[in-house]
């Protein structure tokens, strides 16, 4: 029988009841309309009709109460049943499930979770964050679709340890009060498979022979039997990890292995390079090395093979010998123990000489700049670009402090011509100079920072860079032209080989060739380091431009005040290491010329009997700065990249702002450290 049959069963009984004593009432009303009436019949029929409409009335009354009634107390059972209903579903969910209240006091569970505890006096009134890794605010408001992450803790867990589960949370209200239900789903499975498909993703490698111009040289064979050499052992780490090795062109391979072997090569610090720098061709000192460029990322192999190729190219820029890895995280470098070997051709720079060139005359006006507190170097060379840009008719204006001290013999060598009166301008005239095809060109520094004006360089839709310090990053807007040599002497070089090819022989003011020369003399130490035949044959052109040696030696005369500032740090020399010098001058009264004088002592410190490197540090304002020189052996700017800085093999320098002398040396001892563990 239906519900609602017996529901109107229910109600039937008393209201029959009702009825017959409202059929007393009637009968009784009509008796005594009857004696009152005197058995008049009209009287009697009023009597009646009226105590029959009385009772109908009673009995619409009664219906209608018991009907409403009636009615909410089935609803209210209808709830209790389906709540009991539900209750009962999530007590028996194989998902864990609790119930807290505003402050994450747990009021109830199930026993989905009950069993993972070894008694119940764990779980009931404690809170949730005392039986898991997350507070139920933490598991409500996480936006992520599949919910918190969590582990359950280990102390009263007596599932496994390694499981893992995702926590969803949800708002409930109950008699006016608000609670929160937690569900958990177990992950364990799904993030082992995860795990499992990550390690198993495929990681493309390009590795490339860095000198092979200079190997070149050799007879054939011995070329040969180099080359195949580094394949072998290229194939022999290969094969260690299930991964193939293919030669896809002269000198170039491309690797391709699991993503979970490349952790066990960047824990040995990729000791693949050492082993090819132990292959020599010939009669010569001069090793092989490679470069290589691995993309650690997730994606197409498309966008594998162009980040593999990009980590190759910036492995080549910052000097070879050395592997860079690429993820979405940032930049590891690995090797680098060895300096740049010296290119004996000018193919590529001729290449860049004419697509520079191309693009000068493309340009409607050129802005050139080089690094904050200019050198020599830096100097000479957007000079040398002017000179280009000129070449080509188009407006040009270089970017540059006339305030700096280090600079001010240059000024005024300049004072004398007075066609360089309108080439200087500062920063901020140099923003009044943008236009939508202005070319801006940074010479003597590949990091973008550290540039004279960075607000202009970010504004310009065109950008060329031509630097021989070594690649410290990857550039937010891909510039047109990126021209790094870490090979070269010093930009004043490059910029010297563009001239030659570009301008008709004695065409060059003598001026410029001077300052060229300073920029040569002051970057190799009077050509005493980091010298090749390519160095020598700059040095050949600018003489016979009309350079003399005794004009731009005259460039890097001091007086009296500079000799005693730099004498300030010979006087508090440490050595660091049996091999490093440490110099320090921490006085309050330090000017911007300081950071000249740092560098010439740090120069001055390599005569010193078995030091292989130094570091002179001085503090301008809230900024430590820091010059570093090698004789060749310690790779001083592996050493400073980790304080921030950058530069050449063996020169560098950092700035270490809002902070301590003291705290900058401590710094610098832990990245020495850190690199003699990783390097010797």
Known sequence: ????????????????????????????????????????????????????????????????????????????????????????????????????????????????????????????????????????????????????????????????????????????????????????????????????????????????????????????????????????????????????????????????????????????????????????????????????????????????????????????????????????????????????????????????????????????????????????????????????????GVKVNIVSDKNDRNLAPCFARLEEYPEYGALFVDKIEAQDLIRSDTLAVVVDVNNLSFCEAPDVVSNVSNLVIIDHHRKTGEYKVRPSIVYIEPSASSASELLSEFLEQVLPAGTLPKVEADMLFAGLLLDTKRFTHNTGTRTFSSALYLRGEGASPTDAENLFKTGIKEFLSEAKFESNVVIYKSVIAIALNDAESNSPLMRVSAAKAADRLLSVEGVQAAFALCRIDDTVHISARSQGTINVQLILEKMGGGGHFDSAGAQVKNSSTSTALTTLRSAIDEYLAENL
């Open 1 to 392: 029988m239906s519900e609602n049959s017996n529901d109107k069963k229910k109600r039937q009984f008393p209201l029959g009841i009702i009825c017959a004593v409202l059929g007393i009432v009637a009968l009784a009303a009509v008796v005594i309309g009857t004696i009152y009436s005197k058995g008049d019949p009209v009287y009697i029929a009023m009597y009646g009709l009226g105590g029959y409409m009385i009772c109908i009335l009673i009995i619409g009354i009664v219906e209608l109460i018991h009907g409403t009634v009636g009615g909410k107390v089935l609803s209210e059972v209808k709830s209790s049943v389906f709540g009991n209903l539900s209750l009962d579903f999530i007590q028996k969910l194989y998902m864990p499930v609790v119930i807290c209240d505003e402050k994450g006091k747990i009021v109830w569970y199930n026993t989905a979770l009950s069993s993972r505890f070894r008694s119940r006096t764990m779980v009931f009134g404690k809170y949730i964050d005392n039986i898991c890794d997350a507070t139920i605010e933490r598991i409500v408001k996480d936006e992520d679709e599949y919910g918190t992450e969590v582990t359950f803790s280990s102390e009263i867990d007596a599932g496994g340890s390694d499981e893992c589960f995702r926590a969803k949370g949800y708002k409930v209200t109950a008699h006016g009060k608000t609670y929160y239900m937690a569900i958990f789903a177990d992950y364990t499975e799904t993030r082992a498979l995860a795990t499992k498909l990550e390690e198993e993703d495929t990681i493309v490698a390009y590795a490339m022979i860095d000198n092979l111009d200079e190997l070149m040289q050799y007879v054939q064979e011995l070329y040969d039997t180099a080359a195949s050499d580094v394949e072998t052992i290229l194939r022999k780490h290969m094969e260690a990890v299930g991964g193939i090795v293919r030669e896809y062109a002269n000198n170039k391979f491309i690797c391709v292995f699991a993503a979970k072997y490349l952790e066990k090569f960047e824990e040995d610090k990729f000791s693949i390079l050492d082993e090819v720098r132990e292959i020599y061709v010939g009669e010569t000192s001069m090793p092989v090395t490679i470069s290589i460029g691995i993309a650690k990322i997730s994606g197409t192999l498309y966008e594998k093979e162009r980040v593999t190729q990009s980590a190759l190219d910036l492995a080549l820029q910052r000097g070879g010998d050395q592997v860079v890895v690429k993820s979405a995280d940032g930049v590891d470098f690995y090797g680098g123990k060895t300096k740049a070997v010296q290119k004996r051709t000018k193919v590529r720079s001729r290449v860049i000489a004419g697509e520079f060139m191309s693009l000068l005359k493309k340009s409607s006006n050129v802005i050139v700049m080089g690094h904050r507190f200019a050198d020599f170097d830096a100097f000479a060379s957007c000079l040398a670009v002017a000179r280009l840009a000129t070449t080509c």
